[in-house]
């Protein structure tokens, strides 16, 4: 029969398991990023997206007055600062693995909407980090059944 101590560390190594395996699948099958935010008048939007080469990316601002910035990596598709009245629409496919930096600030009288479709390449530290989370769940799952088999002196 299991000890409390064993079913309490059975329930809390398997959540540990359960949400990093979520999360690692859902990074590992997720799609672009999907943008679609209002910001007010004097707001800035500030956006860094690493993308891999070939990487495609689209963004739609809409505002009665904006100023753009956009750096890609390498000899990539850059704006520098300008500004632009009502629509502005853009896509763009990275030429290099690397980080693309995005300032939009709203200088005019009403809302500014950024529709925008990024697709990011995730960190492979993250990747490594749930691998770790995962590792600690079993140990704890372990440990938990260890102390039903034998109780260990001083617990």
């Known amino acids: 029969m299991f000890t409390t101590r064993t079913i309490i560390g059975i329930i809390v190594g ?29 707001e800035t939007a500030s956006y860094s997206i690493t993308g891999d080469e070939g990487a495609t990316h689209s963004m739609t601002i809409m505002a009665d007055k904006f100023q753009l910035k956009l750096e890609s990596p390498g000899e990539g598709f850059s704006v520098p600062t ?17 980080r693309t930096l995005i300032q939009i600030q709203n200088i005019g009288e009403g809302t500014m909407t950024i529709d925008a479709t990024l697709e990011i390449a995730e960190d492979p530290v993250w990747f490594a980090y749930r691998l ?23 617990f």
């Open 14 to 42: 398997a959540a540990i398991i359960g949400i990093s395996l979520s999360s690692l699948v859902l990074d590992l099958t997720g799609g672009p990023l999907v943008i679609s935010e209002e910001y007010d008048i004097g």
């Open 132 to 154: 770790v989370v995962i590792t600690t769940g079993v140990i704890i799952i372990g440990l938990s059944l260890g102390f039903s088999v034998r109780k260990p002196r001083g």
């Open 82 to 98: 300008t500004e632009f009245e009502g629509s502005y629409s853009t896509e763009w496919v990275h030429q290099q693995s690397g």
